[in-house]
């Protein structure tokens, strides 16, 4: 998972999309979330949005569920042509 930066026991990612494409994508990824119960933790800027990752219910750790919704993301950044974003 490339796009993803590992801190502590939580993974981020970052997008490339202006602030109104960006509203879009976060309504988009937060449908799926309700669909699998988990959520991430979202930055929504002027021309980036940025996504943590980690699971509250065990004590902000890191499980399955964290880079499923991961991959999901990128796949929904990808399709609203947000560019992944170095850090
Ligand atoms: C009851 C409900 O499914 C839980 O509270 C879910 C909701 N979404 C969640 N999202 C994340 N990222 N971590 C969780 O532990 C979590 N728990």
Redesign the pocket.
């Known amino acids: 998972m490339p796009n993803w930066r590992r801190t502590g026991d939580s993974i981020t990612a970052a997008y490339r999309i202006r602030y109104h494409g960006g509203v879009a994508l976060i309504v988009h990824v937060a449908d799926v979330?309700r669909l699998i119960?988990?959520?991430?933790?979202i930055d929504l800027r002027w021309d980036h949005v940025r996504f943590t990752?980690?699971?509250?219910?065990?004590g902000h750790k890191l499980?399955p569920?964290?880079f499923d919704?991961a991959q999901r993301i990128d796949k929904i950044a990808a399709a609203h042509e947000a560019r992944p974003l170095a850090e």
Do not use: P, Y
């Not at 119960?37 to 933790?41: G, M, R």
């Open positions: 979330e119960s988990h959520h991430a933790d990752v980690t699971t509250h219910d065990v499980t569920a964290d919704l």
